[in-house]
């Protein structure tokens, strides 16, 4: 069964101060790795797709890495408006199916 | 492009009775997947539809059942509701050969 740990559960950030994400998987094969945002009371928006380890994606102050086992969500310089619930989901490399298997992500909150 | 849209946004009903919920996929895909979201099990995928045909699903019981459309417009059922049944359900629809799936709103189900 596929399972994604996410850690920690909740993150307490001073405006600037760069910190990770961890996300732990365990899948038959993998065949994407997804970070999400998600703000309260809303659906989550997507952020990264990972296929590969050694893979790198960035996007304004967030960059997502790869490895054959987690995947990182580096925050650089986070400021308040980066306050959300980080989710990661993998994507089984299983026929055409399209199921995403989540962690249950990690509470970011950015303060002044 | 207008995104996944979802409606009704939020649902009151009873235990016993039985509700359907919309979503709206963006234009252009054709697949339409449905998650429950609750705060003590997260995201859990519900099924997949492709074509009209339910492609995959998840390990919800048989109460829980979808269709899809000609348009790729799908909908969610669920008969008998259950207190368990609370949650926020997002649809999600990703385009032919992206894996990227984009989220919803979701709807806000409470069984009183």
């Known amino acids: 069964e596929d399972q994604v740990t996410q850690s920690p559960e909740a993150l307490r950030l001073q405006e600037g101060e760069s910190s990770s994400l961890n996300c732990s998987y365990t899948v038959s094969g993998l065949r994407g790795l997804f970070w999400y945002r998600q703000d309260p009371g809303k659906g989550p928006e997507f952020l990264f797709t990972?296929?590969?380890a050694g893979e790198e994606k960035e996007k304004e102050r967030l960059k997502a890495t790869l490895t054959k086992k987690e995947s990182f969500l580096h925050i650089t310089a986070p400021k308040p408006e980066d306050s959300a619930t980080y989710l990661c989901a993998v994507q089984a490399v299983s026929g055409t199916a399209s199921k995403l298997t989540f962690g249950t992500g990690t509470r970011l909150q950015v303060t002044l | 492009k207008a995104g996944v849209t979802q409606t009704p946004r939020y649902l009151i009903k009873t235990r016993g009775q039985q509700v359907t919920l919309s979503c709206s996929p963006i234009s252009g895909h054709r697949s339409v997947s449905w998650y429950q979201q609750t705060p003590g099990q997260g995201l859990q995928f519900l099924f997949e539809?492709?074509?009209?045909?339910?492609?995959n699903k998840g390990n919800f019981p048989g109460r829980f059942s979808g269709r899809q459309f000609s348009n790729s417009r799908s909908e969610m059922n669920v008969s008998t509701l259950e207190l368990g049944d609370s949650a926020l359900y997002l649809c999600?629809?990703?385009?032919?050969?992206?894996?990227?799936?984009?989220f919803g709103p979701g709807t806000r189900l409470t069984v009183l």
């Open positions: 999600a629809s990703s385009g032919q050969g992206s894996d990227t799936q984009y």
């Open positions: 990972l296929y590969s």
């Open positions: 539809y492709f074509s009209e045909t339910q492609r």
